[in-house]
């Protein structure tokens, strides 16, 4: 939430795993693309929120670590 103008914005949509970074200033998290099935092969990349007013989630990591196997 933008404690400045009360605007909520979904940061995880289809995301887990938030944790806090750069003592409190930013958190980074999962997201993931057919987690629970669908079409295509799951992938799960990682996504970095620096927690300033207007700031938007950047990706910092295209299919993290994943594997089917």
């Known amino acids: 939430m933008d404690l400045a103008t009360s ?3 979904v940061v995880q ?3 887990a795993q ?3 970074v750069d003592q409190g200033k930013a958190i980074v998290f999962e ?3 057919n987690r ?3 079409e295509g092969e799951p992938a799960c ?3 970095r929120l620096d ?3 207007g700031e938007q989630p950047r990706k ?5 670590a994943f594997s089917a196997n």
């Open 51 to 53: 927690l300033g007013s």
């Open 60 to 64: 910092i990591i295209a299919n993290a």
């Open 36 to 38: 629970w099935g669908g």
């Open 45 to 47: 990349d990682l996504w």
């Open 18 to 20: 938030a944790i806090l």
């Open 13 to 15: 949509e289809n995301g």
């Open 7 to 9: 605007t909520q914005t």
């Open 31 to 33: 997201r993931w693309i």
